[in-house]
């Protein structure tokens, strides 16, 4: 079974910081993907960024990347310089096999603050 | 590229009422959809996979005379929740299974459906 684990209910960030977001996944496939959402008080899920299990290099996307620790695994999310904007809720998923679903973490709420 | 619409956005009913959600891909075919519901500060849980032309799979506990899945075409599913009551009241996102994105599993997402029911 796939599980995605999100230990961070909650977190504060100063603007212009960079943040660390954390994200452990379990899963016997060896072929899986790893995306995160961005989810605002609208509610529409946002794709920030993805991380293949066979890709080489840690993925990144403007001021988002993913550290990715096979060994461990781990997907942390890292914000660098973070802006007002970026206050939301934050999702890890993963997607494995041939069933074609994403299994979703209890996610992080992030503040960023002044 | 890649659009997930959903319509109505927000609907309000009364308690007895069923309430119909449209999902569509506006710039691609997706052969298969996802249901999904979100309680308040909660994760996204989903309810059923919805293939084109066929069933739809529901997760465990998900009452499928309840919620109703049609995939009619390649590019719309509808969720019908029958006979909607107060605990129905919950937001329902939907997404397109993107299989040509070269990412494994992408799905894009609608932007959701606030369901209340009165």
């Known amino acids: 079974a796939q599980k995605i684990t999100q230990t961070q209910p909650g977190m504060f960030v100063q603007e212009k910081e960079a943040v660390t977001l954390d994200c452990t996944y379990d899963?016997?496939?060896?072929?899986?993907?790893l995306f995160w959402y961005k989810q605002p008080s609208s509610g529409e899920m946002i794709f920030l960024i993805y991380?293949?299990?066979?890709?080489?290099q840690n993925a990144t996307e403007g001021r988002y990347s993913l550290n990715f620790q096979k060994a461990r695994k781990s997907a942390n999310l890292v914000i660098s310089a973070s802006q007002l904007g970026d206050s939301a809720m934050y999702f890890c998923?993963?997607?494995?096999?041939?069933?074609?679903?994403?299994?979703f973490g209890t996610g992080t709420r992030l503040q960023v603050t002044l | 590229g890649a659009v997930v619409s959903q319509h109505p956005s927000r609907v309000i009913c009364k308690s007895g009422t069923s309430v119909k959600i449209e999902c569509r891909s506006l710039?691609?075919?997706?052969?298969?959809m996802f249901w999904y519901r979100q309680f308040p500060k909660k994760s996204l849980m989903l309810m059923a996979t919805?293939?084109?032309?066929?069933?739809?799979?529901?997760e465990q506990g998900v009452e499928k005379d309840k919620f109703l899945i049609n995939h009619a075409s390649l590019t719309l599913s509808t969720l019908t929740v029958t006979s909607a009551h107060p605990e129905d009241s919950s937001f329902y996102i939907c997404?397109?299974?993107?299989?040509?994105?070269?990412?494994?599993?992408?799905?894009?997402f609608g932007p959701g459906t606030r369901l209340t029911v009165l």
């Open positions: 991380q293949g299990s066979y890709d080489q």
């Open positions: 710039d691609f075919q997706a052969t298969t």
């Open positions: 998923a993963m997607g494995t096999g041939t069933a074609s679903k994403l299994t």
């Open positions: 899963t016997s496939d060896p072929s899986y993907g």
């Open positions: 997404s397109a299974g993107a299989w040509a994105s070269g990412r494994y599993n992408e799905q894009f």
């Open positions: 919805s293939n084109e032309g066929s069933k739809a799979t529901y």
